[in-house]
């Protein structure tokens, strides 16, 4: 819809004025058809799981080209997620997770959530982005 697109814009203009090293988005609301070119920030990269079935939710991240970063295979994650290992020198690494949590989740989200931190080899040091409200139903 057009305030999905206005807030779009507003949180890619936020993102150039600020000078952020990443940032990351939960209801991206993007689709596989959704042109790369409409998103694309100069400077940044972009990582992103768009939702296939239904539509709504999708998670991205825009990380600085200047640096490191790598997609990490989250195994078994039925969750809408994006795992990336960050990387801003040898003695500073970390993992980051974005992730959408839908608002009709159950506690079975939260189990899955636990489960996939568990299962993946992440970094010592891991930053999560997106889950906005911890309501257990």
Request: glycine fraction near 6%.
């Amino acid at each position: 819809s057009r305030n999905k697109g206005v807030a779009l814009i507003f949180l890619l203009s936020v993102l150039t004025a600020s000078n952020l090293d990443f940032m990351g988005l939960s209801e991206s609301w993007l689709h596989s058809n959704s042109p790369q070119a409409a998103i694309m920030v100069p400077g940044y990269q972009i990582y992103r799981r768009d939702r296939v079935k239904s539509k709504g939710s999708g998670v991205m991240v825009y990380i600085k080209r200047c640096i490191q970063a790598e997609e990490t295979d989250l195994a078994n994650c039925d969750l809408y997620c994006i795992g990336l290992k960050i990387t801003f020198s040898p003695q500073m690494s970390f993992s980051l997770i974005v992730i959408y949590r839908p608002p009709t989740s159950n506690s079975d989200f939260y189990d899955k959530f636990l489960n996939m931190l568990a299962r993946n080899n992440l970094d010592k040091e891991v930053i999560i982005m997106g889950i906005s409200a911890l309501i257990v139903r």
